[in-house]
């Protein structure tokens, strides 16, 4: 029976893809060496080990949105779930290398996007863990067929610059952000009522208000 191992080899943003995409090279290798996998179907969860860095405090104070107040990390710093992907691995003998496709989203209500924006520099610290079944050839030849357990995991560490790279890319200058239907209605009743020509001079219009009003 096919032993297969997994370790993640490097990451690269697509620059042409229709959304915001990382590309995690993927090394897959069989022991024994010389056996035929005929294919492998994997089932892939993505988790985002945060207990694995050291936070600055302007990182600390972008993330009270997720874990609270520093005083509490101790119980609210925890690993997240980022997403899950589906990879089909062509056959092979020994080892091979395939793309793990991971789309992103730049929507800031999303605990991913607000964990990674935070973040200043260094690496991501991620884990992959591993499911899914083998297709393969025994000793006479006959095709065989084996599960691969979640029990298989592999760690990488994600540079930050890669994420921020491919969201300028992606995004030159700009973020966006969800709102509720209500919210949006308002704000353009706003916008349209005053003569204000873009959503950007709208935001600072009401920011400037509401930063006058505060004011001693």
Known sequence: MPDLDFQIERAEALPFAATP??????????SPEPQAIHSVFLRIQIQIDSTRR??????????RDLFGDPDRWSQTLRTMLWTHAVVVVPGFQGSTVADIPVAC????????????SALDDGELPLIFLFSGTVFYEDESGTMQIAPISWEKETKFRLPVRTWREMMDHYYPNTAWLTL????LDRLN???????????????ERALDAVEELAKP
Request: hydrophobic fraction near 35%.
């Open 54 to 63: 050291r936070y600055t405090p302007a990182e600390q104070e972008r993330m």
């Open 189 to 203: 009743q706003y916008k349209t009522r005053c003569g204000i020509p873009t959503w950007e001079q709208t935001l």
């Open 21 to 30: 995409t990382i590309a995690f090279k993927l090394r897959v290798s069989n």
């Open 180 to 183: 509720r239907k209500d919210v």
């Open 105 to 116: 989203t730049f929507d800031f209500n999303a605990a991913a996007t607000k964990y990674f």
